[in-house]
């Protein structure tokens, strides 16, 4: 069993930065995919980013070029930095890793960005 545990979350004024963090409990991330996404009340969960076992990140078009997800082997941490925050990113935030064949969630933290 794993278990993902999100921080960082808050409220940020638009154009400002929050650095998000996932922490899991078994060393799981330079192994697996470990994913960052995103809900809104009413709408689907949408993916925001990945960071691949091997390293490789990719990202929404949404948060290309202001998002940052990396990683931390020796502290079993996924980290997504956001900057130039915008008010359409306002979400709860999730942290995911696919651990086949089973996928763990983390419980979700809240970004908010207004003025």
């Known amino acids: 069993q794993v278990q993902l545990v999100e921080s960082g979350g808050g409220l940020v004024q638009p154009g400002g930065s929050l650095r998000l963090s996932c922490a899991a409990s078994?060393?799981?991330?330079?192994?697996?995919?470990t994913g960052w996404y995103r809900q809104v009340p009413g709408a689907q969960r949408e993916w925001v980013a990945i960071?691949?076992?091997?390293?490789?990140?990719k990202y929404a078009e949404s948060v290309k070029g202001r998002f940052t997800i990396s990683r931390d082997n020796a502290k079993n941490t996924v980290y997504l930095q956001m900057n130039s925050l915008k008010p359409e990113d306002t979400a709860v935030y999730y942290c995911n890793a696919v651990v086949p064949p089973l996928n763990y969630w983390g419980q979700g933290t809240q970004v908010t960005v207004s003025s």
């Open positions: 960071i691949t076992g091997g390293g490789e990140s």
């Open positions: 078994t060393r799981i991330f330079s192994i697996y995919d």
